[in-house]
């Protein structure tokens, strides 16, 4: 075994989170969703399923979407089924007690949802929503461009540097480590922006504690998407 799987503790001015598959599971809804849009269109629903995860949703549309489709009014059309459907939307293990736990200003989200959405199944999920969150909305390019990252750092008031970032997928992955940011793997996302990268499986196993003004984020590593 290598000491890469070992349990680790880092440093932390703030720690950020994805929210789709890192905090809140929402894969039944996200399967309905783009399954609609397959058969609309009769696409190959394997395929979408297969890129559009951590994408914002007008990304995915456009890059499958036949000639002459208006690309702003399909994803918005997907959007409000999504926000409508929350049913089988539940937390990753651990996630809320978690989140209840930190310190008020030293987390954020980072979503390629938008923040209706976001905020409808966080709350379907019975996750927290803090104050700073970047959604869809909040930027002009999408994961894996770090802008989102960049900006929740920004407003918490820390380096990029300086924080943790839990992700489940490779265009988040890419985002975080253009920050410079530590970036810890949530679940089994195996990717060559994944390969050496801490990794957890859920949040059961992550604490975190205080010491002089950082935090301290303790972890027990998994072996879950290792190549």
């Known amino acids: 075994m290598s000491?890469?799987?070992?349990?680790?503790?880092?440093?932390?001015?703030?720690?950020?989170f994805d929210m789709d598959g890192t905090l809140v599971d929402s894969t039944a809804?996200?399967?309905?969703?783009w399954r609609t849009f397959a058969d609309r269109y009769g696409l190959?629903?394997?395929?979408?399923?297969a890129v559009s995860h951590g994408r914002r949703t007008a990304e995915t549309v456009a890059e499958f979407a036949p000639a002459g489709v208006d690309v702003d009014a399909e994803a918005g059309r997907l959007g409000a089924q999504e926000v409508a459907d929350t049913e089988g939307v539940i937390e990753?293990?651990?996630?809320?007690?978690?989140?209840?736990?930190?310190p008020e200003g030293t987390w954020a989200v980072v979503t390629s949802a938008g923040r209706e959405l976001a905020e409808a199944r966080m709350a379907a999920a019975g996750v927290?929503?803090?104050?700073?969150?970047?959604?869809?909305?909040?930027?002009?390019?999408?994961?894996?461009?770090?802008?989102?990252?960049?900006?929740a750092a920004a407003?918490?008031?820390?380096?990029?540097?300086?924080?943790?970032?839990?992700?489940?997928?490779?265009?988040?992955?890419?985002?975080?480590?253009?920050c410079g940011a530590r970036a810890v793997v949530v679940g089994d996302c195996a990717a060559?922006?994944?390969?050496?990268?801490?990794?957890?499986a859920d949040f059961r196993?992550?604490?975190v504690s205080h010491d002089a003004g950082r935090l301290l984020v303790s972890y027990a590593q998994s072996d879950r998407g290792r190549r």
């Open 29 to 33: 809804v996200v399967e309905r969703t």
């Open 205 to 207: 196993d992550v604490r």
């Open 92 to 102: 990753v293990p651990g996630a809320a007690a978690l989140l209840a736990a930190l």
């Open 44 to 49: 190959d629903v394997a395929r979408i399923l």
């Open 192 to 200: 060559p922006a994944t390969e050496g990268l801490d990794r957890v």
């Open 3 to 16: 000491d890469t799987r070992l349990p680790a503790t880092v440093a932390a001015a703030a720690l950020l």
């Open 155 to 178: 407003r918490l008031g820390v380096a990029p540097e300086r924080t943790v970032i839990f992700e489940d997928a490779e265009p988040g992955v890419v985002a975080a480590l253009a």
């Open 128 to 151: 927290p929503v803090p104050p700073v969150m970047i959604s869809a909305e909040d930027v002009t390019a999408g994961k894996p461009d770090p802008e989102g990252y960049l900006l």
